[in-house]
């Protein structure tokens, strides 16, 4: 069946540094979201991704969309302590009723 | 707006018991979706409705069952808990289909002893 998929599962960056996390669908993708979840919390929707080779940038998180529509990517420049946690993709699934998220990279940063 | 709450925060329930997830939501979603998050795993879709009177199962369905009488209220039942239901539970909705933003309860923290 459909999956998605996410590396790497973890990272721990010193604050400053860059992080980046990759999303890998085993079919196009209509759209792709991205959900921030912090330790304790809940998923929050950061953005979503419709076009082909989309990019859209909130603040220090950039946000690509792959040209094929079957990747996706957030990049995260100059961490800092507040960009803990983990973060999800998820596109739709069969059926369009439903998405279906990554297993989520979980973002260290140390001070 | 509250957006999506959940209750309880917290339970711990013994092998066999069971109990009702309560979900409510005042956005007017129509669509309603139940997820289990185990410890560092990722989202794993129980049920979902895409209207009231409307349910359908996800990824991981049994063991659970569901009703949607009002647009507003999606609550999830649990029959004869097992140790293996431990988890977190979230519950979300989206205004339509999943091409909009799904807003996320606080979840409910359930161990099965």
């Known amino acids: 069946g459909q999956q998605v998929m996410q590396i790497p599962q973890y990272q721990h960056v010193q604050e400053g540094e860059d992080f980046t996390t990759y999303c890998n669908s085993s079919?196009?993708?209509?759209?792709i979201q991205w959900y921030k979840q912090r330790p304790g919390g809940h998923p929050v929707f950061l953005i979503q991704l419709v076009k082909s080779g989309e990019v859209k940038k909130q603040k220090r998180l950039t946000f690509q969309f792959g040209e094929a529509k079957k990747n996706s990517s957030l990049h995260i420049t100059a961490t800092q302590t507040t960009d803990v946690g983990t973060y999800f993709c998820a596109g739709p699934a069969g059926g369009y009723n439903k998405l279906i998220f990554g297993a989520g990279t979980r973002l260290a940063v140390h001070p | 707006n509250a957006g999506v709450t959940q209750t309880p925060k917290f339970r711990i329930l013994k092998i066999g018991q069971s109990m009702t997830l309560q979900c409510t939501q005042d956005?007017?979603?129509?669509?309603m979706y139940w997820y289990r998050q185990d410890p560092g795993m990722g989202l794993k879709l129980i049920y979902y409705s895409v209207g009231a009177g409307i349910t359908d199962k996800g990824e991981v369905p049994n063991g659970y069952n569901v009703s949607r009488s009002t647009t507003e209220d999606f609550p999830l039942r649990l029959e004869l808990a097992a140790p293996s239901q431990t988890s977190v539970y979230f519950c979300?909705?989206?205004?339509?289909?999943?091409?909009?933003?799904?807003?996320f309860g606080p979840g409910t923290r359930l161990t099965v002893l």
């Open positions: 979300a909705s989206s205004q339509t289909s999943p091409g909009y933003e799904q807003f």
């Open positions: 956005m007017n979603h129509n669509y």
């Open positions: 079919t196009t993708l209509s759209n």
